[in-house]
Each structure stands twice: as structure tokens, then as C-alpha cells.
């Protein structure tokens, strides 16, 4: 595709133009490589993020006011940090922050947009993230990374999520919600929406399920929104 037909794709719908780079990616057996396509031309110009909302997820931001967590003296990882805006609000509590992406693009766009940021912003793969992360955080968030992966990896990502929280820690999930009984096949993803048993599943060994909610989305009332908090003992 030339680059005018991309920016007309784009502007058209930039939920059209994402999956078209998912399913090129996919395609090709590459089920991480669009994201940094995506940032990328998002960069030139060529493209929008469609879930760059310009600030904190409002079931973060809620959950915080409601939980009033104090990161002096903890720290903090988030999983799949785009442009970072859910990062810079765990930082500005006081969280030693690190976000990652699998995204160099994403980190770049992440730290122009912050150039102030108390948060540390690296490239990391949540299939294989640093063995030194290992139940090394006092909080842990995950907004709509793992299903941003084919349900196939879904596993694998969701227990690596859980993996990163540390004896006495806490992980916040906030996921687009789908029914038990719809099956993987009738997903046609980007995204793979969770069903109850997929945000359950993050609680594997001592990382106990404290709070699951199923709530309607800020920006569409129609779709809905699973948020969990978790504790390992
Ligand atoms: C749907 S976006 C959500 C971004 C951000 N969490 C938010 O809510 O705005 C998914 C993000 O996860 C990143 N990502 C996908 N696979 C990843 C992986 N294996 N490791 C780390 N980041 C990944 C993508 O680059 C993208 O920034």
C-alpha cells in the first residue's frame, strides 16, 4: 500500500487501518510486529493509535481515587505501556515506575509525550521480560495487552503478567470484556477479548483474585470492561 492510500486508510478509520497492519503481521506469523509498524507510521503521520486516549484510563484513574495507593519507597510496572499516560499517573504517586513496550516506536512516542516523566520507559517482550522483573513489584498494571495477543498466547502472557508481582503485591487488570459462551473462533481480533475464566486466570499460585468487576466502557456504554485487582499473599 502507497503511503497516500495509508494516511486515507488511517483517517478513514483508524480501527481499519490497525487491523489491516494485524492481519499483514499475523499473516506472516508475526503476531507482535504490526504494533511497531503501527507507532511508527502513527509517528510520520500516516496512521492514529486508536487507543492513545491522551490520558490515564478512567477505570485506572477510578480505581486509584478509590484505593488511594502510596508508592513512596515501592515500585511499580506496567505491561504494555503505549504512549504512557497510565504510566505517568502510577509515577506522579510515587511508584518507582518502569512501562514497557515490545514497541521501540511506542517507547520513543512515550517519552517525547513525557519528557519530564518520573517513569522509566524501556522496550521489553511480556513473553520473555527480564528475569530480574520476577516478583520484584509492589504493583503491577495491565490495561488491554494480553488481549492484544492471539488467544493462543493469551496463556503464556497472563501468567507472565502475574509472574512480575511481587510476595505482599498488588496487579490491577482492566480488559474489554466478552461472554463465556462466545467461542475463540467467532473472535475476529485485534482485539481477543477476555472472557471471566480468561481475567480469572491470572490468579495462578498465591496471587489471589480480590475484586472482579464487569462494567460498562467510559467511551461506549455498549461494550463492557472487566476490572481485577489481585494480591499475592
Ligand atoms: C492495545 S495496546 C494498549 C496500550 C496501553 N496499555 C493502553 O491501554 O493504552 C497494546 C500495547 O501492548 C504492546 N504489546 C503487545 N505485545 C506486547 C508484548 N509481547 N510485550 C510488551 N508489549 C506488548 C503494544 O505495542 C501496545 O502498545
Same mark, same amino acid.
Given at each position: 500500500m502507497t503511503d497516500q !492510500? =495509508? !494516511?486515507q486508510d488511517s483517517a478513514a478509520d483508524p480501527d481499519v487501518a490497525t487491523r489491516r497492519l494485524a492481519r499483514e503481521s499475523l499473516a506472516a506469523d508475526d503476531p507482535t510486529g504490526w504494533f511497531d509498524r503501527l507507532y511508527t507510521a502513527a509517528a510520520d503521520g500516516r496512521a492514529v493509535i486508536p487507543w492513545d486516549r491522551g490520558m490515564a484510563h478512567p477505570l485506572l484513574a477510578d480505581w486509584v481515587s478509590t484505593? =488511594?495507593?502510596d508508592g513512596s519507597g515501592k515500585r511499580a510496572l506496567v505491561v504494555g505501556a503505549g504512549t504512557g499516560w497510565d504510566a505517568e499517573l502510577i509515577a506522579d504517586l510515587g511508584f518507582d515506575t518502569i512501562a514497557f513496550d515490545i514497541s521501540? !516506536?511506542?517507547?520513543?512516542?512515550?517519552?517525547? !509525550?513525557?519528557? #519530564? *516523566?518520573?517513569?522509566?520507559y @524501556? @522496550?521489553? $517482550?511480556?513473553?520473555n521480560p527480564p528475569t530480574e522483573w520476577h516478583r520484584a513489584f509492589d504493583l503491577v498494571v495491565e490495561i488491554f495487552t494480553v488481549q492484544a495477543l492471539p488467544i493462543a498466547l493469551q496463556p503464556d502472557a497472563? /501468567?507472565?503478567?502475574? =509472574?512480575?508481582?511481587? &510476595?505482599?503485591? *498488588?496487579?490491577v487488570v482492566i480488559a474489554?470484556? /466478552? $461472554? #463465556?459462551?462466545? &467461542? $475463540?473462533a467467532d473472535i475476529e481480533g485485534p482485539p481477543w477479548p477476555l472472557t471471566r475464566a480468561g481475567v480469572e486466570a491470572f490468579a495462578v #499460585? $498465591?496471587? /489471589?483474585?480480590?475484586?472482579?468487576e464487569r462494567v460498562p466502557g467510559p467511551s461506549d456504554p455498549t461494550s463492557y470492561r472487566w476490572r481485577a485487582e489481585f494480591l499475592r499473599d
Open positions: !492510500a =495509508e !494516511a484505593a =488511594e495507593p521501540p !516506536a511506542a517507547v520513543e512516542a512515550a517519552q517525547q !509525550a513525557h519528557p #519530564d *516523566s518520573k517513569a522509566q @524501556v @522496550v521489553a $517482550d511480556l513473553l497472563t /501468567r507472565q503478567v502475574g =509472574e512480575q508481582v511481587r &510476595p505482599g503485591g *498488588s496487579l474489554a470484556a /466478552r $461472554d #463465556d459462551g462466545q &467461542p $475463540d #499460585d $498465591d496471587l /489471589r483474585l480480590i475484586q472482579l
